[in-house]
């Protein structure tokens, strides 16, 4: 009998491994043994085989079929096609999200929030979002509700938010030239709006003048030159990345 202590484990080890056994003595190695006629006789099977796959692969091989023609590049889109697009998409978005939301289901928490998390994402902002989400709550808190009255107050509310600012904008004719300046965020469609203030303007036979600020952006220059050959408008502008003054 062996007085050899074990090795000590660890926690872990001992909770997870496993405990090392003695290893057993290896097999002895058999024996050569002869070869018998059944194996010499599939060696002889084998080189008449691969005598055989040499002769084929030796062969002229099959024509290749002929490569595909390269695709066309896709048309090229618009810059005014491209925001369109993307407008009818966000447009489409709010729609299509709306009908989900309010399509058979009661006015609680997880619908006020769905709706607000869905006006966030169609850029209505943080305050008009929980705004109108408020307001809808009104008096229809668990009652079912309509997506046509979803829009009806969302117009509403969309509505009352520009009205504080919707004032008619006078030029005196004894103050010229009159000058107008855009300043916003990217993205809030400053560009877009000038286009169409510049429509509004020489359709009252004014003379407009556009002049390009944002020289950073890019495409800036060339939109603020489209919209002035559509509305007939004077474009002056810098070269790309140039102080605009």
């Given at each position: ?38 194996d ?26 002929p ?28 729609t ?10 009661k006015?609680?928490?997880?619908t ?24 809808l ?36 004719p ?53 919209w ?18």
């Amino acid at each position: 009998m062996s007085n050899d202590p074990k090795p000590s484990r660890g926690f872990f080890s001992g909770l997870f491994g496993r405990r090392s056994e003695p290893s057993a003595p290896e097999p002895a190695a058999p024996a050569e043994q002869p070869a018998t006629v059944a194996d010499e006789a599939a060696g002889v099977g084998a080189g008449a085989s691969g005598e055989a796959i040499a002769d084929a692969s030796s062969g002229d091989a099959a024509p290749l079929a002929p490569a595909p023609a390269a695709a066309e590049p896709p048309a090229k889109v618009g810059w005014f096609q491209r925001l369109k697009s993307g407008l009818a998409k966000t447009s489409s978005r709010l729609t299509e999200g709306i009908t989900s939301v309010f399509t058979k289901r009661k006015l609680d928490d997880d619908t006020l929030g769905e709706l607000e998390d869905l006006l966030i994402q169609a850029d209505l902002g943080v305050e008009t979002a929980m705004r109108i989400t408020e307001a809808l709550a009104k008096g229809r808190y668990g009652k079912s509700v309509t997506p046509e009255e979803v829009r009806t107050i969302l117009a509403s509310e969309v509505e009352k938010t520009l009205a504080p600012i919707a004032k008619p904008l006078v030029f005196e004719p004894s103050r010229r030239p009159h000058v107008v300046l855009f300043v916003g965020v990217n993205g809030t469609g400053k560009t877009t709006t000038i286009g169409k203030f510049a429509r509004q303007l020489t359709s009252q036979g004014k003379r407009v003048m556009l002049a390009a600020g944002d020289t950073f952006r890019a495409a800036a220059i060339d939109q603020l030159k489209v919209w002035g050959e559509r509305t007939g408008a004077t474009v002056i502008a810098r070269d790309v990345g140039a102080d605009a003054a």
